[in-house]
């Protein structure tokens, strides 16, 4: 059984200027690819909301389905740290027993190893009542797309010299009530260097520039399977939506010309007439 990467590896790695690489995964079958690559930490983002399940924001996503996805996602990452977002509303600062409820059930339905959750220094308080209580949590500042309608829009923070401190005030106070890592979101990469290099905690950067200890990108944005829309922060490694639609409409023109299937994948008679129905395999 290989060792599961902790958050003690994670710190590590920032020690050492090794880079950690993150990606959100939401389904068995791409979680036991990133596994095998051997990808330190995969986020069970809520942004599935919107490239899985088709929401405008990730403001209707519930707990259940985070663990919905998370319970498929943990069945593939032996070694790979899981940490699943613990969705809009689901914890406060000002209700700490229904966030320890909340992360509680993420972590024990969902088979996630750590929790994120966003905001500033608002949050210590939750990290802190989490931490304390043996959950390790990944803090999320900068654009944290939950209030998005407090922000108004997805833009970036932190641009100004007051919210460049309010971030890193942020930062410092969500380390010193126990993240193990923050995650930063759509920060100038100035700024971002600056609070990585401050911090001893890792941090996370996604549209914040290279000088965070590690990356994390959606999934579906890196392989072009989400054609919605294209963040600038992302860069795409392959157009499989591309591959799909090909793949799709080749099925759909042999399915309708009649060249599908063929007798290669179709069953004889004869395991019926001696009487073994149903002892062809179809599956190999
Ligand atoms: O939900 C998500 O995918 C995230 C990452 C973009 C950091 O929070």
Known sequence: ???????????????????????????????????????????????????????????????????HHSKAVSRALKKAMLVIDLPFASYSSSDLPTSLKNAGRAMAEGGAQAVKVEGGRRMAPVVGTLAASGIPVMGH??????????????????????????????????????????????????LAQQISEKLTIPTIGIGAGPGCD???????????????????????????????RKAARAYKEDVEQGRFPTAGQSFEMDAVLDGKAGDEPAKP
């Open 1 to 67: 059984m290989p060792r599961r990467v902790s958050i003690h590896d994670l710190r590590a790695m920032k020690q050492r200027g090794d880079k950690i690489a993150m990606v959100t995964c939401y389904d068995y079958t791409s979680a036991k690819i990133v596994e095998e690559l051997g990808f330190p930490i995969v986020l069970v983002g809520d942004s599935l909301g919107m490239v899985v399940l088709g929401h405008e924001s990730t403001l209707r996503v519930t707990l259940d389905m985070m663990i």
């Open 141 to 190: 500042i900068g654009l944290t797309p939950q209030s998005i309608h407090m922000i108004g829009g997805y833009r970036v923070q932190g641009r100004t010299k007051e919210a460049a401190d309010r971030l890193m005030a942020a930062a410092l106070a969500l380390e010193d009530a126990g993240a193990f890592s923050i995650v930063l979101e759509l920060v100038p990469a100035p």
């Open 214 to 244: 590690g990356q994390v990108q959606v999934f579906h944005d890196i392989m072009g399977m989400y054609e919605d829309f294209l963040p600038k922060h992302a860069k795409r490694y392959a157009n499989v939506a591309e591959v799909i």
